[in-house]
């Protein structure tokens, strides 16, 4: 069935240092994939999404990266900082009828070490 | 602005016991959806609702039950509590077209 998921359930990066999250999915038929940050204690909160026709979209301090034939997909983050420590998820959706309805990988938690 | 608000923050059941979580938006989206998170699970879609009056079951639906009877409120009822349902529970909502779904606080419960 449908499933994503990620490579690494834990990173551990030095403050200043660029991290990078893994995710691999299986729907081809999703139309947009997107990155929600949780930090502890509250709901997940959007970061940057992706339509599926593009390979790389740019935000700030962060970049997803999208590798359709290899069904891959990340999240780099720049200058990583404290306020940066969460638990990163991909998800991801498909356009019209099925728009309201957002699947999730498990997760990957992040720490930022000062 | 608001956003999503869900009460309670805690609760504590008993096996048997019943419950809504509320939730409210003031962001006037159609969209509004009921997620679990269990460690390790990820967050697993319970039900869904595309606008006032209309619901429909998602990955997760059994013990839950739904209703939509205005845009902004979209309650999610345990009618008989189990232990399986210890979890924290996430409304969300998003307009039609766009991708971004905004999250409430969710709620953490505990089923003894």
């Known amino acids: 069935g449908e499933s994503v998921g990620l490579h690494l359930p834990t990173l551990s990066v030095q403050e200043g240092d660029n991290s990078i999250i893994n995710c691999a999915y299986s729907n081809s038929a999703s139309d947009y994939f997107i990155w929600y940050k949780q930090e502890s204690g509250k709901g997940p909160q959007f970061i940057i999404d992706?339509?599926?026709?593009?390979d790389k979209r740019q935000g700030q301090r962060v970049t997803v990266l999208l590798n359709k034939t290899v069904k891959h997909l990340s999240l780099q983050i720049a200058a990583t900082q404290p306020g940066d420590s969460a638990v990163y998820f991909c998800a991801e959706t498909e356009l019209g009828g099925s728009n309201y309805k957002l699947t999730f990988g498990k997760g990957t938690l992040l720490t930022v070490n000062p | 602005n608001a956003g999503v608000t869900q009460t309670p923050k805690f609760q504590v059941l008993k096996t048997g016991q019943s419950m809504t979580l509320q939730c409210a938006q003031d962001?006037?989206?159609?969209?509004m959806s009921w997620y679990r998170q269990d460690p390790g699970m990820g967050l697993r879609l319970i039900h869904y609702?595309?606008?006032?009056?209309?619901?429909d079951q998602g990955e997760v639906p059994n013990g839950y039950n739904v209703s939509r009877s205005t845009t902004e409120d979209f309650p999610l009822r345990l009618l008989s509590a189990a232990p399986s349902q210890t979890s924290v529970y996430f409304c969300?909502?998003?307009?039609?077209?766009?991708?971004?779904?905004?999250f409430g606080q969710g709620t953490r419960l505990t089923v003894v």
């Open positions: 969300a909502s998003k307009d039609r077209e766009g991708t971004e779904a905004f």
């Open positions: 609702s595309v606008g006032a009056g209309i619901t």
């Open positions: 992706i339509r599926s026709n593009m």
């Open positions: 962001m006037n989206h159609e969209y």
